[in-house]
């Protein structure tokens, strides 16, 4: 079966066309075409089938278009993945990846003859615009433009090599038809130019400058590049540089020396890196000079030999290769260097010249008009390639060195390029390409590859060892490296030399000894990067040069990398190398100690602005460590993951236990309030490990108190309750008055949640009771906010507003600030002081604190509900709905879907409603929020009732009751009541208002609107 898309969607089977008529089916299959043996997402296939309009079950639709497409390709072709699908095929049945093998093999291609047969073979298989007759707006948009550019870039190769070779004239009719089809695009009209000079039509080549010169003033308002600039200049001069390579005429008898090393094969990615390159290479302006540079074993080497070779007919006067040895003890003197060169250029020994500064000189001299490329591997640094350089234009430079080469940026006008390791796919690829196993790469080629980390000279030593074994596979390779000595270890069969732990050992042989000191001692970094600061604690307060210093030395020598502006960290293989060596440093743990101590020192001076507990175990503070909250909080998000690192690690050495928990203890509020969840989980579990292990009570009431409080946030109440009476136990033992006061008002916070109010109430009221005995009372305004919230359960309304108002007037915090006036918002509806209950969720709403903000808008729903403005109480509700989305699992959510219930409710969607309710009941019952869940149950009641489901609305009401009476929720037992009372008929019905009316006076409840039981045939408009 043959797969066409390089023009109008094709199948064919034995050269027979496969109809596939509906064009849903075409599009679901050129997507999957696009992308053969890799999985399409869901949500791809959906935008690409209907772009911003899918209909109601898109999932179920893709899946009727899977089965209707098997029935046609054959069911083996299309694999049902967890997310999305994908469509089996070998390169040759689809043209696109016939076509990219083409290219993918011309760019590798030795030759240029070679390069334009792949090439030509590649361009005859397109047939038109990609994907033509299709009426996917995604396609159009997403893939379309990407397959045109990957063919001009195709057709740019082409051109580019059959002008190489002289055949200008023959390209000249396709040229004058791409820059009518693509009139901006720069690198055509040059070829156009260069053919048509060529040919002998130079002024014909100045007018197609002109042509472009306009368009590009008249579209874009620019002017045309400087190389096109440049190019047009050499036409006028007819520069004799301009000629086709195959004209060139040498009779001075110049000696042409090819030196470059084999190429590597495969060779896989860096795309950007040749592209880069290539382009300054070509520039013949000045003399172009790209130096690479990059860690050992990167692949320097590889790119540069890969490159040369190229470029290769640009510079028929001689490729030269010159080893350096930089990296090694011992490195090829200038002198020396450029007498080897001066040989190759002719020079004989009788008139060699003696000094290197008079060599340099010559070489220069000879190098005069020459097109040289020379390749300089592995230099020391800039001053070791500074007097190999030619002098004039003309000649090309390409230098690898381990260390960054910004002296030849700086001075010479070079650019410099650092490499990277390999991207993951990148690195998979390469191994198959080396195994020979074309296709998408498996899960043990990726894991190879994650293990190698993804370093060039790992990657392809492993995968030749396991070509070179039939016993060994991909997995068991895999298995075995994945110890620290396995990787290092890694060496081709028979060849230690080229062990990777091998690389590694030069370049840190080759480092000044403070240098070392700090490569090693870096490796006991618990964490993933590090500062001048980390640097400095490490080297302890007698080195001689600064821990910046010592970290740009590294930097430059491409054993470190920078991560950002003055923080640097390792590649994986390098850090294993780093703790391989420090284990022979005596002096390592003491290091790390230092280390420590100053990461602890400074976050006791960072939280100290806003993120201090006052339940915090006793700390010195440094209060000049940091100018102000702004620097403090940017140092807090900047090492958070090191001292996550630092944590974890201290809690798993017995010696350095304490500290494990010292470091939770100062992180647990910044993790809090900075809504670090995870991170929070991680902290306060291991520093409660670490507390328990040694028995310290103090450590452990800390621990189990911020345990507690996560456990609260993520609406897990009786698990937060059974924590925080832990924490009371603790803080009792050591004493602790003011941890016992705020620990009694968080039990309490936890058993409202579980809606075990009156419990709640006397627990907060004794933590109050605490509080107050400490002067200044602190936390006493979250204390009132939390009691005014459980008086609102209780249907204590008026004392409720009184507590709430005191937390507003007492507190400094804008947040609490704000769930004051949000318990007041509450409590003024209940009390019918509907005026008083919209001011207050109005300024709710215009303070921005994200962390109470779903909770927020879903009582604004129901408020505006209440108030008949069904338009913005559904934006509310859905507002609502987005923040409870992103919290996940927890009780805003299911407050959220409560409130979006109950709109949809008043607005007559009964159907929707019910299934809102339901969800906000489920997830409000397992997260064990028992008030949340009497509220939806009550809402899918009164929902039942409209839709005249008598039975089901009083079984749900009956059920509301018991658990209101249970937990002396007053507000929500008169609700069942009154729901109740629309239910039943006669004495029944007397008895429930009656009920009603006597706990409405003893709370001052007034039935909100919204609330009032409506019966079937109450209906509403659900708003757009």
Known sequence: MRFGILGPLEVTRAGQPVPVSANQLRTLLAVLLVRTNR?????????????????????????????????VLGRERITTHPHGYSLTAKPDEVDLDTFRLLVADARQAPGQATRIELLTRAD????????????????????????????????????????????????????????????????????????????????????????????????????????????????????????????????????????????????????????????????????????????????????????AHRLTPHFPDGQWFVSLHGASLRPRPPGEVLGALLRLAGVRPAEMPDGADERAAALRSALRDRRILLLLDDAR???????????????????????????????????????????????????????????????????????????????????????????LTVAALADRLGSRDGVLGLAA???????????????????????????????????????????????????????????????????????????????????????????????????????????QHLLDAAIRFRHTPLTRLPRPVDEGAFADAASAMAWLDDERDNLMAALVACAADPALRPRAWHLADGLRLYLS???????????????????????????????YQSHGALEQTRGHASKAAELASQALTHFRAAGHRLGEGITLVNIGLALDDQGECLQARDSIQEGIGVLRTIGPPPLLDIALLNLSGVLIRLGELEPAVRHATESGEVTRSPSIRRATRHNLANAYRFLGRAEQARE???????????????????????????????????????????????????????????????????????????????????????????????????????????????EAARSQASEGLEQARRFSWRVLECQALLILRELSRGEEAERYARSADALARLTGYVPPPSDVPATCGDTGATPE
């Open 124 to 307: 005859e298989l397109w047939a038109g615009e990609p994907l033509s007759g299709l009426s996917s707006t995604w396609l159009a948009r997403h893939v379309v433009p990407g397959l045109v550019e990957e063919r001009l870039q195709a057709l740019d190769l082409l051109i580019e090599a059959r002008l190489a070779t002289g055949d200008h004239a023959d390209v000249l009719p396709r040229l004058a038809t791409l820059t009518r089809a693509y009139p901006l695009r720069e690198r055509l009209w040059r070829h156009l130019m260069i053919a048509l000079y060529r040919s002998g039509r130079q002024a014909d080549a100045l007018a197609a400058y002109d042509d472009l010169a306009g368009l590009l003033a008249t579209e874009l308002g620019l002017d045309p590049s400087p190389d096109l600039r440049d190019l047009r200049q050499a036409i006028l001069i007819s520069d004799p540089a301009l000629a086709a390579v195959d004209d060139r005429a040498d009779d001075d008898g110049w000696q042409v020396h090819a030196q470059l090393p084999l190429d590597v094969y495969p060779f896989v990615g860096r795309g950007a890196a040749i592209d880069r390159a290539g382009r300054v290479l070509l520039d013949r302006r000045r003399v172009p000079i790209a130096a690479l540079s990059g860690p050992p074993g990167v692949g320097k080497t590889a790119l540069a030999v890969h490159l």
């Open 840 to 950: 207050e969720i109005r300024a709710c709403l215009a303070m921005d604190d994200d962390r109470h903000t779903g909770f927020v808008l879903a009582d604004a729903a129901l408020l505006a509900a209440d108030e008949g403005d069904l338009d913005a109480a559904a934006s509310y509700a859905r507002r609502a709905m987005e923040v409870g989305r992103k919290a996940g699992r927890s009780a805003v959510a299911a407050a959220a879907l409560r409130a979006r219930g109950h709109v949809l409710r008043v607005c007559g969607d009964l159907v929707a409603a019910r299934e809102y309710y339901w969800q906000a009941r489920e997830l409000a019952e397992v997260l064990g929020h028992r008030p949340i869940a009497t509220e939806a149950q009550l809402g899918l009641a009164l929902t039942l009732l409209a839709a005249g489901e008598r």
């Open 673 to 703: 309030s900075e809504q670090h969840l995870a991170d929070w989980r991680t902290a306060v579990a291991t520093g409660l490990e670490a507390a328990r292990t040694e028995g310290d009570h103090d450590a452990m009431a800390v621990m």
């Open 493 to 599: 069969a028979g060849d230690p030399s080229t062990a990777v732990r091998a690389s590694f050992a030069q370049a840190y042989r080759g480092l000044p000894s403070v240098a070392q000191t700090l490569f090693r001692r870096l490796g006991v970094v618990p964490g993933r990067d590090f500062t001048a600061d980390a640097a400095e604690a490490l080297l302890g307060t007698h080195a001689a040069v600064t821990g910046a210093a010592v970290l740009e030395m590294l930097a430059d020598a491409s054993l470190l990398h920078r991560r950002s502006p003055g923080r640097y960290a390792f590649h994986d293989l390098l850090r294993l190398y780093a703790i391989e060596q420090v284990e022979r440093d005596h002096d390592a743990p003491a290091a790390l100690t230092r280390l420590l101590d100053r990461y």
């Open 381 to 471: 640094n800039a001053e070791h390639v500074r007097s190999l350089l030619p002098g004039t234009p003309g000649s090309a430079v390409i230098v690898t060195s381990r260390t960054a080469l910004a002296g030849l940026a700086a001075l010479q006008g070079g650019t410099a390029i650092t490499l990277d390791v390999l991207p993951p796919d990148e690195a998979a690829t390469l191994i198959t390409s080396v195994l020979d196993a074309p296709g998408e790469p498996t899960e043990p080629v990726r894991r190879l590859a994650e293990v190698c980390g993804y370093l060039p000279l790992a990657l392809r030593i492993a995968a030749a060892n396991v070509a070179a074994r039939e016993d």
């Open 39 to 71: 999985v399409v997402p869901w949500h791809e296939l959906t935008y690409a089938l209907w772009d911003e309009d899918p209909p109601e079950d898109p999932k179920g639709t893709v899946q009727t278009y899977v089965r209707r497409l098997r029935a």
